[in-house]
């Protein structure tokens, strides 16, 4: 379930997840509680002891409007004992306590240091900055922070956060080396990234006096490298956004987005899908057969691009599976589905490519291969307007 709470004395702070699949709405709800997404409930009723007379549950009283200042650490510190328990977290960076700052409500915004409030002299102070559209829940916004190896070209991760919030702004506060490159990747499910389709979002990252920042907007996946990172390992070296760019607001053309303007050659692209579906000799069986080739604007072969492709069966159950293009960019998938599937959807749920390389599906095909009939489609594949296909097997061979 993806519901969380985090108390701290006579405050509790609980995400709920709309129309999720936990039961927290629906008891909450059965019982008189405050449902929101984000609520914060004084337990103490402006006292110091909690309430547990009959009939006086404070969660009833959302209170989170009334008292951002005390909201937004909670919420953040949430996120970071998400962090610290998660399995892919790196100990060795990052095995410190969260900490949480409160406020009186006049004051400036609150903070969360997720490490010591001055960070030694080898390290810098650095602060992420995620402002989400109103698609996040359902769009499944992650971002990454990753400590790149330029000698062996591997990356190993420091933080994520995998549970955001739909139009909300999200902070991180770490202590990084000054002297390692570092890696941020931020990406979307449906591929239209955090703006503008659905709310101006946004990311930013402060490394020191440094600033880098993006709007996202479009595609499943944005990288930004940062810190002291060789030309070869960044594709375009970015440069501080304007410090006359309003807080909370994104730049109109941020001149450090990683896949804003790349050169041809790091663009991935999908240029031919080919489709055959045909019964089993006893009828039992569809056996489908999907052909992906990725190559570049220079019309070069593509390796060790993963697509994650989701099909739909007869619209009504959704399954997952994966492909990685081989030396020769081809990405094959063989799939069997009962007989009486008569029509499938495909859509690409993820796509993950090799640094240096940015997936751009409105650069994709036009055309699809089935059975060995080339068909056009009315915009390209899997892109923004095109954001599925649909085969159908009742036509296929028998």
């Known amino acids: 379930e993806y519901d969380r709470s985090v108390r701290c004395g006579c405050d509790k702070f609980t995400q709920i997840v709309p129309n999720g699949p936990s039961t927290t709405e629906k008891q909450g709800i059965k019982h008189g509680l405050t449902t929101d997404e984000e609520n914060l409930y004084d337990l103490c009723g402006g006292g110091e002891s909690y309430v547990t007379a009959d009939g006086s549950n404070y969660e009833s009283n959302n209170i989170a409007a009334r008292y951002p200042n005390q909201a937004i650490p909670f919420q953040t510190l949430m996120e970071c004992h998400l962090e610290r328990t998660s399995f892919e977290t790196n100990p060795e960076h990052f095995f410190k306590p969260c900490i949480l700052e409160l406020f009186p409500t006049a004051s400036p915004a609150p903070s969360v240091s997720l490490s010591p409030t001055t960070c030694p002299s080898t390290e810098i102070e650095t602060t992420i900055e995620v402002k989400t559209d109103n698609r996040a829940i359902l769009h499944k916004n992650k971002y990454f922070l990753s400590v790149v190896d330029e000698i062996n070209g591997s990356n190993s991760l420091l933080l994520q956060n995998t549970s955001m919030l739909n139009n909300h702004v999200h902070y991180r506060t770490a202590c990084l080396d000054a002297n390692a490159c570092y890696n941020f990747t931020f990406t979307d499910k449906r591929g239209d990234g955090i703006c503008c389709n659905f709310g101006e979002g946004y990311y930013k ?27 070869s390992t960044s594709p375009s070296a970015p440069s501080n956004a304007s410090s006359s760019t309003p807080s909370g607001v994104p730049s109109a053309a941020p001149s450090n987005a990683s896949s804003s303007n790349p050169s041809e050659q790091t663009i991935a692209k999908i240029t031919t899908l080919r489709i055959s579906s045909k019964l089993t000799s006893s009828g039992n069986k569809w056996k489908v057969k999907l052909l992906f080739i990725l190559k570049n604007a220079n019309k070069d072969k593509l390796s060790d691009i993963t697509l994650e492709v989701q099909y739909t069966k ?16 081809k990405c094959k998938l063989n799939l069997k589905v009962s007989p009486k599937v008569q029509e499938m959807t495909l859509e690409i749920t993820d796509v993950d490519t090799p640094s240096g390389l940015s997936y751009d599906a409105e650069s994709n095909t036009k055309f699809v291969s089935i059975n060995g009939e080339n068909t056009k ?16 097997l009742d036509d296929a061979e028998r």
Do not use: A, M, V, W
């Open 205 to 231: 990252i402060n490394f020191g006096d440094e600033e880098f920042s993006s709007s996202f907007e479009g595609g499943y996946k944005n990288h930004t490298y940062f810190g002291s990172c060789s030309p």
């Open 314 to 329: 007869n619209l009504s159950t959704d399954k997952t599976t994966t492909c990685t293009s081989s030396s020769k960019g």
């Open 377 to 392: 489609t009315g915009c390209r594949l899997f892109s923004g307007g095109c954001s599925s296909y649909q085969i159908s």
